[in-house]
């Protein structure tokens, strides 16, 4: 129904956002628009915090941003472009968030480095202005609001989580190139798809491992989708029933494997002896 209204009202997604946005608080777009920029100007410190070497983290991991961009500036990496900025974005957001620093949830703290990786980092390696930055990220919360309030959590796996903020990243790095409605929403439904059954299994209950890494390949997958999504690649399961997927997806996962810290990789020997560590007052990085 919203790409419908997209298309024969005209307007673009991220004014439909305004639309839906005014319909529900009765907000103008001048509040709506300075709470985008708002939560971009929080995005961006986060990423710029996140890639201190002295960041302290009171889990089980450490800094490892920092060590990531001096190996990614000296040309060791394997150079993925934009895409491999924004892989460096979201592990920053997320290793400051784990520093107990402030964030945005996107759409949940555990994926809360998808989004803005793409849309700050690529909106601006791409040299958009900041009010199509702003767009774009309105794209994104409009495309988010499909799954609430059913699907913004780990009880139906991580595939709630890192699927759909990677689904709401590829969307809004379509829209931020210049993508039609329904490119769109065939990056989002493509980026979804690809992620469909992943499992949350947090390391000793923790949103450390392996959240941070998941949300590195979650931008990564975003914008894969929205290339293949601007070259014309449709995606052949409509939106609406990708997410219908997911939710019977997650509705069949065993209890262990929806947030629980009792399945996966968290009941792995290493992941027991973590907990247990952890649980003793040890501290280590893994």
């Known amino acids: 129904e919203m790409f419908a209204y997209a298309r024969d009202t005209g307007r673009p997604l991220w004014r439909v956002a305004f639309d839906y946005e005014s319909a529900l608080t009765g907000a103008t777009e001048a509040e709506l628009r300075a709470y985008a920029r708002q939560v971009l100007d929080i995005c961006r410190h986060a990423r710029q915090q996140g890639v201190r070497p002295d960041n302290h983290f009171l889990g089980i991991t450490d800094a490892r941003a920092a060590h990531y961009k001096a190996l990614r500036e000296g040309r060791k990496l394997i150079d993925l472009g934009a895409a491999d900025e924004a892989c460096l974005d979201a592990m920053s957001i997320m290793e400051f ?100 059954g992943l499992v949350c299994d947090p390391v000793a209950g923790l949103v450390e491992v392996p959240c941070v890494k998941r949300n590195v390949i979650g931008a990564v997958n975003a914008v894969s989708a929205a290339d293949m999504a601007l070259a014309g690649i449709e995606s052949r399961i409509p939106v609406d029933e990708v997410i219908d997927a997911m939710g019977e997806v997650g509705r069949r996962l065993p209890v262990e494997l929806k947030e629980t810290a009792l399945g996966g990789l968290a009941a792995t020997p290493t992941g027991e002896r973590v907990k247990r560590d952890l649980q003793g007052g040890a501290q280590a990085a893994y």
């Open 97 to 196: 968030s784990n520093a107990h620093g402030t964030i945005v949830c996107m759409p949940t703290g555990g994926a809360s480095g998808i989004v803005p990786a793409a849309v700050y980092r690529i909106g601006e390696r791409l040299g958009k202005s900041e009010t199509e930055q702003e767009n774009a990220l309105l794209v994104a919360g409009l495309i988010g609001a499909f799954y609430y309030p059913t699907h913004y959590t780990g009880a139906i796996g991580c595939q709630a989580e890192i699927g759909t903020a990677s689904a709401m990243a590829a969307a809004a790095l379509t829209h931020i190139l210049g993508g039609t409605a329904q490119q769109c929403a065939d990056a989002y439904a493509i980026a979804l798809a690809n992620l469909l």
